[in-house]
């Protein structure tokens, strides 16, 4: 049984087609990488990575990211810089993804408080999307007011979420804290209790948002760091996922061992065991980003070592002093290694999480 047979067709799915995917996920036990993308040349190298291994692929854009798809230059008062990089990579992808033959989640990464505007902005593109094509723009958006009192994260998200069922999108939501910093928001200096994410929280979370809708996932803190920091660091604890599942199932005295579908945050550098033993407890989405920024540069790093004679001036290489380099600077061919080296990584985040051979 894979995604065919599901009838979870190729391209961007949003609606019923992401709630069978996910709980597929969950049910098969293995969770599907959100890589984070800021260029068409890194959507590409996911979803070419992604095809080749027979894989679901969620392709997600951070606040930053959006602003860099759309180009550094322009401004980004009241994120609108953030509001058409995001809509115009979304359109890449739509176009593109249908043509690797693979299914693709769209999604928007953390948008913590301030960052609202930009949640707003896509959310309009999503409605304006909705009344031409019965579908989302998107296919789901995440939400990140860990850093706000309980109860106007929960309401905040249930407003959300009112809003974002009508068009059939899913919301991912954060609660506790993931220690680290990404896009400007700074949590290396949070307590360690607050690390840890409680199972009333998650049942909390649960009874508000299920009276809207059974169209979110729930990013839960359990030791988890943005970034890569030394090993050793990152005490993660993915048991603490079993536990919250427990209860929520007990509340609900449902049949299902696992009735959240969970988001790893934070997964880079992680142990393998620790990663595999989180999706056991159904996580169904890891974020990839630190580890596919790094796999990006080593690409051109281990070219530019490897051609370096070739690399220094338009004209003049070891092979003669009239010789030509274009082949060698063509972004093309440096790009491309780059791809090359991230498409790997993607791989490896598919195989690390089961997420292979799943069409
Ligand atoms: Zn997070």
Same mark, same amino acid.
Request: net charge negative.
């Given at each position: 049984? =894979?995604?065919?047979? !599901? =009838?979870?067709?190729?391209?961007?799915?949003?609606?019923?087609?992401?709630?069978? +995917?996910?709980?597929?996920?969950?049910?098969?036990?293995?969770? $599907?990488?959100?890589?984070?993308?800021?260029?068409?040349?890194?959507?590409?190298?996911?979803?070419?990575?992604?095809?080749?291994?027979?894989?679901?692929?969620? $392709?997600?854009?951070?606040?930053?990211?959006?602003?860099?798809?759309?180009?550094?230059?322009?401004? %980004?008062?009241?994120?609108?810089?953030?509001?058409?990089?995001?809509?115009?990579?979304?359109?890449?992808?739509?176009?593109?993804?249908?043509?690797?033959?693979?299914?693709?989640?769209?999604?928007?990464?953390?948008?913590?408080?301030? +960052?609202?505007?930009?949640?707003?902005?896509?959310?309009?593109?999503?409605?304006?999307?909705?009344?031409? &094509?019965?579908?989302?723009?998107?296919?789901? &958006?995440?939400?990140?007011?860990?850093?706000?009192?309980?109860?106007?994260? $929960?309401?905040?998200?249930?407003?959300?979420?009112?809003?974002?069922?009508? $068009?059939?999108? !899913?919301?991912?939501?954060?609660? =506790?804290?993931?220690?680290?910093?990404?896009?400007?928001?700074? %949590?290396?200096?949070?307590?360690?209790?607050? +690390?840890?994410?409680?199972?009333?929280?998650?049942?909390?979370? &649960?009874?508000?948002?299920?009276?809207?809708?059974?169209?979110?996932?729930?990013?839960?803190?359990?030791?988890?760091?943005? =970034?890569?920091?030394?090993?050793?660091?990152?005490?993660?604890? /993915?048991?603490?996922?079993?536990?919250?599942?427990?209860?929520?199932?007990?509340?609900?005295?449902?049949?299902?061992?696992?009735?959240?579908?969970?988001?790893?945050?934070?997964?880079?550098?992680?142990?393998?065991?620790?990663?595999?033993?989180?999706?056991?407890?159904?996580?169904?989405?890891?974020?990839?980003?630190?580890?596919?920024?790094?796999?990006?540069?080593?690409?051109?790093?281990?070219? &530019?070592?490897?051609?370096?004679?070739? !690399?220094?001036?338009?004209?003049?290489? /070891?092979?003669?002093?009239?010789?030509?380099?274009?082949?060698?600077?063509?972004?093309?061919?440096?790009?491309?290694?780059?791809?090359?080296?991230?498409?790997?990584?993607?791989?490896?985040?598919?195989?690390?999480?089961?997420?292979?051979?799943?069409?």
């Amino acid at each position: 049984m =894979g995604c065919q047979e !599901l =009838g979870i067709p190729a391209g961007v799915i949003t609606g019923d087609n992401v709630r069978k +995917l996910l709980k597929y996920a969950s049910k098969q036990g293995f969770a $599907i990488p959100a890589v984070n993308c800021t260029s068409s040349s890194t959507i590409n190298a996911a979803l070419e990575a992604a095809r080749d291994i027979k894989a679901p692929l969620i $392709i997600q854009f951070s606040q930053g990211g959006s602003a860099f798809y759309a180009g550094k230059g322009l401004s %980004n008062e009241g994120q609108k810089a953030s509001i058409i990089g995001a809509v115009a990579a979304a359109h890449h992808v739509r176009l593109v993804a249908k043509e690797y033959g693979i299914p693709v989640i769209l999604h928007s990464d953390h948008c913590a408080k301030k +960052l609202l505007p930009w949640f707003d902005g896509m959310l309009e593109a999503d409605e304006e999307y909705f009344k031409k &094509h019965n579908e989302p723009l998107f296919s789901s &958006h995440m939400l990140d007011l860990s850093e706000e009192p309980k109860h106007e994260n $929960i309401a905040t998200c249930k407003k959300y979420l009112e809003r974002m069922s009508k $068009i059939n999108l !899913l919301l991912e939501m954060e609660i =506790g804290i993931t220690g680290g910093e990404e896009d400007g928001v700074d %949590n290396t200096g949070v307590d360690n209790a607050s +690390l840890y994410t409680q199972p009333e929280d998650i049942w909390d979370v &649960h009874r508000e948002l299920s009276q809207v809708s059974d169209m979110f996932t729930i990013a839960a803190a359990f030791g988890n760091v943005h =970034g890569v920091y030394k090993p050793g660091n990152v005490k993660l604890t /993915p048991h603490l996922l079993k536990n919250h599942q427990e209860h929520v199932k007990q509340k609900l005295q449902c049949d299902s061992d696992k009735p959240i579908l969970f988001v790893f945050h934070g997964g880079s550098g992680s142990v393998k065991d620790e990663i595999k033993e989180a999706v056991s407890y159904g996580v169904i989405k890891m974020n990839v980003d630190t580890d596919t920024q790094w796999a990006y540069w080593d690409g051109i790093k281990n070219y &530019h070592d490897s051609k370096k004679g070739y !690399l220094q001036s338009q004209v003049g290489n /070891p092979d003669g002093v009239d010789k030509p380099n274009k082949k060698y600077y063509d972004p093309r061919v440096f790009i491309r290694e780059a791809e090359k080296s991230m498409i790997k990584r993607v791989k490896e985040a598919c195989q690390d999480l089961g997420n292979v051979n799943r069409l």
